[in-house]
């Protein structure tokens, strides 16, 4: 029996406006700037201008996409994120009216910490394993916040990727095989009433490696490919040193003899997130598509996706780099985005961060650089509109 190749046929990512230098909050906390960027390996933030959230970054990735194929085929948008805007309704549904995605489209959104999105992608290879004529529209969206003065703070960022999931992918043939694991366990999660999430970081550090050995030892019995056959591995990368930490003691574990090597070779999976800080749930992705604009690997190269969301999930698979993958990116469009983006202050960095708890009926200043911002709530209701990017003054 062959099986019908379903996988990522299309990738695109957006972040912010604003940006803060971590070796500005070293400054102001009067730590080595050394300690984040090679201590956690982490160089700035990204962080949200006034009319900047999950649904305007998830609308400004998926937008090029939808602009290449166009949205026949599409009949499902999902939309994964920790960092949810209603209790009720999806974030998914504003991005579909952004997006003018046709009526017959369900729109739903998943959580799991920053899992959520590879929840999101197994369940679209399903629904087009089923019907190979469907195509299925993955997007991650996350604004990462921490306390400030908190140890997490440096940690923060934000960022959104999107995948188009299809069969005959044109960037990633999705293999079978996956490892998971779940134990309920509080080493991050975010309360109802909070807008900032409560860590136990070392403690996270120590789940984060364990669930790690777990779903790869899941993988490998379920038919998973050897470590000495995975090309590279696409981390979840809360900060980029996490990703190093990780693949150390999977080389331990799987036998890879190596890994001085292999670690070093994970450099071509953090440059984006280098600068982006933790996406949450589109960081694994961000890491792909890192590695994906490094060209570093060749077609047909066996790609390893290890996501991870506090609480706690996990799940390692693979994927194989279809033919001519290199022709189907955008090469360099989120790098423009970051360096696009405006540096702030520290004083700057903290008021925005305490104006963005703010509650009730409000309108937004017009800060974003994207095609779509959030106006404001009016009447308890979030308003979203289309924007030209000409500079403001
Ligand atoms: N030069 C170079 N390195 C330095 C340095 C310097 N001047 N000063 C310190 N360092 C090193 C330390 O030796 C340490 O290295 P190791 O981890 O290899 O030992 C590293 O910098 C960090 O230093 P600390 O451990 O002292 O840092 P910290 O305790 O202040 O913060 C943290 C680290 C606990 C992870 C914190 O960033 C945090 O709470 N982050 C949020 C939680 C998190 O990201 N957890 C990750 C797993 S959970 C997950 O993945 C889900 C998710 O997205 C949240």
């Known amino acids: 029996m062959t099986t019908l190749p379903v996988g990522i046929d299309d990738i695109a990512a957006s972040t912010t406006s604003l940006m803060f230098p971590l070796a500005a ?22 962080v949200p201008a006034d009319d900047e959230d999950i649904v305007t970054l998830a609308a400004r990735a998926a937008a090029p996409i939808i602009e290449r194929h166009g949205s026949e085929g599409i009949r499902t948008l999902l939309l ?15 991005v579909h ?69 299809a069969a005959h992918p044109r960037v ?37 490696l364990r669930a790690m050995e777990v779903a790869w030892q899941d993988y490998r019995e ?27 003691k999977l080389a331990k574990t799987a036998g890879l003899e190596d890994s001085a090597k292999a670690v070093s070779d994970l450099a071509d999976t953090m440059t984006l997130n280098r600068r ?15 590695l994906l604009e490094a060209g570093s690997l060749g077609d047909g190269e066996r790609v390893g996706i290890f996501s991870y969301g506090s609480g706690a999930v996990a799940e390692f698979f693979t994927g194989v780099l ?29 008021e925005r961060h305490i104006a963005a708890d703010r509650t009730g009926n409000f309108d937004t200043v017009h800060e974003t ?16 509109e289309k924007t030209d990017n000409s500079p403001r003054a």
């Open 276 to 290: 982006l800080g933790n996406t949450y749930t589109a960081s694994s992705y961000m890491a792909l598509l890192s």
């Open 97 to 165: 009216d952004l997006l003018e995605l046709p009526p017959n489209v369900r729109v739903v959104e998943l959580k799991e910490a920053c899992y959520s999105a590879t929840s999101a992608l197994q369940f679209a290879l399903g629904i087009v394993a089923r019907n190979p004529d469907e195509k299925v529209l993955v997007i991650a969206s996350d604004v990462a916040r921490y306390e400030l003065d908190s140890s997490g703070e440096a940690t923060q960022g934000a960022g959104a990727v999107a995948m188009l999931v």
């Open 172 to 208: 990633l043939e999705i293999e079978p095989a996956s490892g998971l694991f779940t134990e309920n366990v509080h080493d991050f999660w975010r309360p109802n009433d909070r807008t900032t999430a409560l860590v136990d970081g070392r403690y996270s550090v120590t789940v984060y």
């Open 322 to 350: 279809v033919r001519g993958y290199r022709e189907q990116l955008r090469t360099g469009d989120l790098t423009a985005m970051l360096d696009a983006r405006r540096e702030i202050s520290y004083s700057e960095y903290r």
């Open 369 to 384: 650089l994207g095609n779509f911002r959030f106006a404001g709530v009016r009447d308890s209701i979030r308003v979203y």
């Open 222 to 248: 379920r038919g998973g490919s050897p470590i000495d056959t995975i090309s590279r591995i696409c981390f979840h990368q809360p900060f980029t040193k996490m990703a190093a930490k990780a693949m150390q």
């Open 80 to 94: 994964a994120t920790e960092t949810g805007i209603d209790q009720s309704k999806a974030a998914g549904v504003f």
């Open 25 to 46: 909050l070293a400054a102001a906390h009067d730590t080595s700037a050394g300690k984040y960027h090679r201590g956690i390996g982490q160089d700035e933030m990204s």
